[in-house]
């Protein structure tokens, strides 16, 4: 499985952007998938992640309301639309992937199977 993010970049805070991952090597519909942030400095966090068929969403408390995960797959593609950015979602935001995992959602709270080289999220205040 083949991960690439993009669409990241610098937003002023109360901005939006719209983040993408697309899928290769597999195809998406056999994927839950999600997206994790790393800022400088801490430990790598989860964002978001959603099921195969798109069916099921899970946020981390953080990014509720703000931020909405989504899919098409047949575009073998994940989104991450983020508005009301605020500085502190600045971030190197990785998209990943994983073939299911007991426990649902949650379960990938620490991390999936398959990641992509991430894409920089900057919000300036």
């Known amino acids: 499985v083949q991960l690439q993010a993009s669409g990241g970049g610098l937003v002023q805070a109360g901005g939006s952007l719209r983040l993408s991952c697309t899928v290769s090597?597999?195809?998406?519909?056999?994927?839950?998938m999600g997206w994790f942030r790393q800022a400088p400095e801490k430990e790598r966090e989860f964002v978001a992640a959603i099921s195969w068929s798109g069916g099921s969403t899970y946020y981390e408390d953080s990014v509720k309301g703000r931020f909405t995960i989504s899919r098409d797959n047949a575009k073998n593609t994940m989104y991450l639309q983020m508005d009301s950015l605020k500085p502190e979602d600045t971030a190197i935001y990785y998209c990943a992937a994983d073939f299911g995992k007991v426990g649902g959602l949650t379960a990938y709270y620490t991390g999936m199977n398959h990641w992509g080289k991430g894409t920089q999220v900057t919000v300036s205040s």
């Open positions: 090597g597999r195809a998406a519909s056999n994927l839950d």
